[in-house]
């Protein structure tokens, strides 16, 4: 586990760092659970109300997989490959807050079946993740915090 | 709860009026244009009477907000999340005496017919 200004990065997840997305992607087989980041719950704040895309739902890269609201921020979640949703994270329904509490466990959001594995080539891994977000977190001065449960 | 299934290709016009003078009704449409923006949903934002001076390069980060921050954030947001933002020309001038070049960056001036054209394009108009 990587932890640059307080933020925890697990080194064995691929990233996705396009426009202001901050999420990473776990992938088994055929399938690709997405997720915020610590230091994209951390600028969020504490998450209010998650709105996410049916299973089933087609999705285009780079197209919402959700919609994330706190008191000073709302954007999309948006999805880092094609695919269709298979699963989403129902316990977000009802809390939320599982985004900042736990960001890459309970807090998942939603799982693709992705179409094309060549996809995954343009998502960030590594040493190469990490220092775009040790250049990201500079830049926008974060520094990572956790709402407790 | 009222949720739409299938929000995205829909417009929504947003009009904005409130300037600096009350900052604690400015950051709330920025934030639901923001939102909506998210969700797909084509959305613009039409600002006039004192709006405009909250878009004058260096205005927004002078608007304290009492939970924390400035303006500037919810239009950073706004305009990151794809909300497109107009201003009207005799608000921007006469009223608030300044010049389109003094507005920050990704911001369109045009004139008060437009909001007719954009309020009749629209699903759904909301005023603040």
Known sequence: MAIIN????????????EGNQMTWIRVEGELATVGLTDPAQTRAGKILHVRMRSPGTQRESNKPLATIES??????VMSPVAGVVEKVNEKLDATPSLINEDPYGEGWI??????????LSSLL????????YQEILTRENIRCIRCQK | M???????????????TTGPEDP????????????????EVDTSMYFLMHAP?????????????????????????????????YV???????????????????????????LTDLALDADSVVSF
Request: hydrophobic share 40%.
């Open chain 1, 125 to 132: 891994k590594g040493g190469e993740a990490l220092k775009r």
């Open chain 2, 24 to 39: 604690e009704k400015t950051y709330a449409p920025l934030y639901t244009a923001a939102l909506s923006a998210a969700m």
């Open chain 1, 110 to 119: 939603s799982q693709i079946r992705f179409s094309n594995q060549a996809q």
């Open chain 2, 88 to 114: 009207c020309e005799e608000s921007l001038v006469d009223l608030c005496e300044i010049r389109p070049d003094e507005l920050v960056e990704g911001v369109k001036v045009v004139g008060s017919s437009t």
């Open chain 1, 71 to 76: 008191g000073k921020w709302a954007g999309p």
């Open chain 1, 6 to 17: 307080g933020c925890e990065l697990p080194e064995n997840l691929l990233y996705y760092l």
């Open chain 2, 53 to 85: 001076k909250l878009l004058k390069k260096g205005a927004a980060e002078q608007v304290k907000l009492k939970k924390g921050g400035t303006l500037k954030q919810f239009i950073d947001m706004a305009m990151q999340n794809g909300v497109k933002f």
């Open chain 2, 2 to 16: 009222v949720e739409v299934s299938s929000p995205e290709g829909k417009k929504m016009l947003f009009v904005m």
